[in-house]
Nanobody, 122 residues
Framework: QVQLVESGGGLVQPGGSLRLSCAASGSIFSIYTMGWYRQAPGKQRELVATITSSGSTNYADSVKGRFTISRDNAKNTVYLQMNSLTPEDTAVYYC????????????????WGQGTQVTVSS
């Protein structure tokens, strides 16, 4: 099994910044894509940003220029630097990872973290 543990959420004022972290542990050979998703009350879960093992990134239009995703492959950890936060960014943020669990395999299993709350309010 694989566990994804997020940290770094909290309450921040509009215009402020937060940095989320997500560490993967367990039965891991390698991790392909890691990403962040979010779900606001009454809304569907949506993509925020993803990053491949080689560092290619993809962002939702709503966060481009404000959020930066990065990862440390040696630590199986992905980060999300969030700047210029607005109340519309308030949501539970979930970490996601496509994990290869067997040596020389190309089969991935998809895992989710438990989520961390981000609240942007004055």
């Amino acid at each position: 099994q694989v566990q994804l543990v997020e940290s770094g959420g909290g309450l921040v004022q509009p215009g402020g910044s937060l940095r989320l972290s997500c560490a993967a542990s367990g039965s891991i050979f390698s991790i392909y894509t890691m990403g962040w998703y979010r779900q606001a009350p009454g809304k569907q879960r949506e993509l925020v940003a993803t990053i491949t093992s080689s560092g290619s990134t993809n962002y939702a239009d709503s966060v481009k220029g404000r959020f930066t995703i990065s990862r440390d492959n040696a630590k199986n950890t992905v980060y999300l630097q969030m700047n210029s936060l607005t109340p519309e960014d308030t949501a539970v943020y979930y970490c996601n990872a496509d994990v290869v669990q067997q040596i020389l395999s190309t089969i991935t299993n998809n895992y989710w973290g438990q989520g961390t709350q981000v609240t942007v309010s004055s």
